[in-house]
């Protein structure tokens, strides 16, 4: 079995299965002179180990490391690192029965098919143990980064099943009403689906690119999307109300809230008309984005036969951007003036800056490791739901690399996402990496997903969003490296399930052992000890080029 080993200055090289003596791992590459012990590395290797909670795998071992050689005097000489952790709880007892079969979701198959030979005692060299190895090397690099460059690597628990953490846009938008004078401006919903349907007439459209709905169903359909779209943090549909007696008035929207351009749309039903309704309720979607959004202006579009509607514009301070011809879905010509409106403040806590501000505190505050709480009791009932069950469930963790420097990576086949790619979906159960916008990016525009610099007060270069996920052109940008890794659910379940032997015969087979629910807690050390790895290898390769 070849292929143990990767880097190429940094470079690692793991020994070890899950029911042998020990795990471990030879550091070839580290710098001379770097302060290091046990309990540098032992941390890390907490966080990974089983049996830490009621929701993982109750394998008792207490993976105390030691370091048998590279350190003299509590600093490293420049010579291989060598890192054991001996085994300590192993019942190899519990997987005779499986050693004839091929157990399904595991490498039982592919390994047989390829060596003639396998470890079954717990997976042997497919086991997620081999990860203590990469803990304790990863370890060493994150000391190194953090103490050299400053770099800090943060992971943690996005989401399990369908339980998914929310950032502050999603929280704050599903909720969102605002209230003026006269008005309230209440999420989309369909109690008002009569209404809209009566309202939103050819006269209300005259000057508008949408045409009245066609029937009911494209009604639906439209109000289902625009909901599901806010609660996404893309855009805000609001109907207006009147505040003290809820009587509908009409709706208001700003479409694009996630791009530096934002664009606002309205109307007002007829009988409501020419009472300020309609600049008191922009008036006030234009406060809240000037208090939680970052942007660089608000496209206000109106025809230039709507004066009444042009006046809103004016009145927030629009200047005419441009004017153009567009038909409209009803087959009319409109001319539309394009109003620009800048923003009023430039706000420090925007609603999509969560990931910036998650501490490892925070991460390690609970046993499942998603920084925010209620999220976190949601995730815990539901792994030890599915304990229960005796089944097992995936989910997604997030990385962060905050405060790398400029100019790691090649522009070529070394890109940095495709060398963290690479990493990721090497450690055990990974069946999916996104860095970024990652898929959800595949829905932009350019114009929307294009990440627009900017100097700072400082004179740093910096950019007004990070759809690029800190890196351009395979090569970092000096903005924080942000990835998501997809884990599937843990193979062994106690349920019974179909399979068949090494004849090929048809049997049953029922996981034996001790093992996890829910593999994610354990696996965010993981993640971020293959980012500090490949982060470590890209820096010493920079500094060998000089």
Not at 467 to 484: A, K, M, P
Request: aromatic share 8%.
């Amino acid at each position: 079995m070849s292929a143990n080993s990767y880097g190429e200055i940094f470079k690692i090289t793991t020994f070890g299965e899950s029911h042998g003596k020990a795990v471990g791992v030879i550091v070839d590459g580290c710098p001379a002179g770097v302060a290091l012990s046990e309990g540098d590395i032992q941390p890390d290797l907490d966080r990974r180990r089983p049996g830490q909670s009621h929701i993982t795998t109750q394998r008792d071992e207490k993976d105390r490391v030691e370091i048998l050689s590279g350190v003299f005097e509590g600093k490293t000489t420049g010579t291989p690192i060598s890192l054991i952790v001996f085994n300590q709880d192993q019942k190899s007892n519990d997987y005779d029965a499986l050693k004839n079969l091929v157990r399904p979701g595991h490498a039982d198959y592919t390994y047989n098919q390829k060596y003639g030979n396998r470890d079954p005692r717990g997976g042997g060299r497919s086991s997620a143990r081999i990860m203590i190895a990469r803990v304790a090397a990863g370890a060493i690099a994150k000391k190194f980064l953090k103490e050299k460059l400053g770099v800090e690597f943060l992971a943690y628990t996005e989401s399990v099943g369908d339980i998914k953490m929310e950032n502050d846009a999603i929280r704050t938008l599903k909720g969102l009403t605002i209230n003026t004078e006269r008005l309230s401006l209440i999420p989309t919903s369909f109690k008002f689906f009569d209404q809209i349907y009566a309202e939103f007439t050819s006269e209300i459209t005259t000057y508008m690119y949408p045409a009245p709905y066609k029937n009911e169903d494209v009604l639906a359909g439209y109000l289902n999307e625009g909901i599901d779209s806010q609660i996404k943090g893309k855009n805000i549909q609001l109907i207006i109300t009147n505040k003290f007696t809820g009587e509908f008035y009409g709706r208001v929207f700003l479409q694009g809230i996630d791009s530096p351009t934002p664009e606002f749309g309205i109307w007002i039903k007829k009988s409501a008309h020419s009472k300020g309704y309609g600049r008191e309720a922009v008036l006030g979607l234009k406060l809240w984005a000037d208090d939680n959004l970052q942007f660089d202006y608000l496209l206000y579009p109106v025809d230039r036969r709507n004066t009444q509607s042009e006046k809103i514009a004016l009145a927030l301070g629009g200047a005419l951007k441009r004017e153009f011809t567009e038909v409209n879905d009803s087959g009319k010509l409109l001319e539309f003036k394009e109003y620009r409106i800048l923003p009023k403040n430039n706000p420090v806590n925007s609603i999509y800056k969560s990931y910036d501000d998650v501490t490892q505190a925070q991460i390690e505050s609970n046993i499942v490791r998603c920084p925010d709480p209620e999220t976190a009791e949601k995730m815990i009932k539901l792994i030890e739901q599915v304990r229960k069950d005796e089944d097992s469930i995936g989910g997604v963790i997030r990385g962060l690399i905050r405060n790398l420097p400029i100019g790691l990576g090649e522009p070529e086949f070394d890109k940095l996402p495709a060398e963290l790619a690479k990493a990721m979906m090497s450690i055990n159960a990974t069946k999916g990496f996104e860095i970024g916008s990652g898929f959800e990016g595949t829905k932009l525009r350019g114009s929307q997903h294009n990440d627009i610099f900017y100097t700072d007060k400082n004179g740093n270069v910096k950019t007004k969003t990070n759809h690029s996920g800190g890196v351009l052109g395979g090569i970092s940008n000096g903005q924080t490296i942000d990835f998501r890794v997809a884990i599937k659910p843990v193979a062994t379940i106690s349920q019974a399930q179909d399979t068949i032997d090494k004849d090929g015969k048809k049997v049953v087979v029922e996981g034996k052992g001790r093992h996890d629910p829910c593999v994610l807690p354990r696996a965010v050390p993981i993640v971020e000890a293959m980012a500090a790895l490949v982060i470590m290898d890209m820096y010493l390769r920079n500094q060998a080029r000089g």
